[in-house]
């Protein structure tokens, strides 16, 4: 796509918006990310509507961890991926394509294309460790930070948080 596609936003945008690979809901997985070595988000309760759980799988040794935004363990993840990681797999697929979710988290599949299930067995077939849950107060801080942003009216006028981004205009 050259620049004569883009909208006038995009081409003063500093950051591009990439949009979802296939349209997804947001009940079940509120939020995903690939950041900071990981796939990561959060993933509400199957059981309590009020509790969500803050999941992550590790680039590369496919280390995860599951806990509530309390930091309490997640009951379904001993030893192996609970069913919390294998939505967030099935939504980072839906959100950005399942080939590049692979190749973020370095996963070899089998030939053909891959989906939410293969690099989720893929992962999962390596017996991944454990991981602490060190991650799940960064993710869910900046989970709640998207909300705060679902909250404010729509504007094009420059949000003063977001001020330090540098200037998309040359001096002329």
Not at 10 to 29: M, Q
Request: charged share 20%; hydrophobic share 40%.
């Amino acid at each position: 796509m050259g620049d004569g596609a883009l909208s006038a936003w995009e081409k003063s945008s500093t950051a591009r918006v990439v949009p979802p690979a296939r349209p997804r809901k947001l009940a079940k997985v509120p939020f995903v990310e690939l950041a900071d070595g990981r796939l990561q988000g959060v993933v509400s309760s199957g059981s309590d509507i009020e509790r969500v759980y803050v999941s992550s799988v590790a680039a590369g040794t496919y280390a995860f961890a599951c806990s509530t935004n309390n930091n309490r363990p997640c009951g379904g993840a001993r030893g192996s991926f609970c069913n919390h990681i294998r939505a967030l797999v099935g939504e980072a697929v839906l959100q950005y394509g399942a080939e590049r979710v692979a190749r973020y988290l370095r996963v070899e599949t089998a030939d053909g294309e891959p989906d939410a299930q293969t690099v989720a067995a893929a992962m999962s077939g390596t017996r991944p460790p454990q991981d602490d849950t060190k991650a799940a107060a960064p993710v869910f801080s900046r989970f709640l930070r998207h909300l705060a942003y679902l909250e404010l009216a729509p504007t094009t006028a420059p949000l003063p948080e977001m001020q330090w981004f540098p200037p998309t205009r040359a001096v002329a």
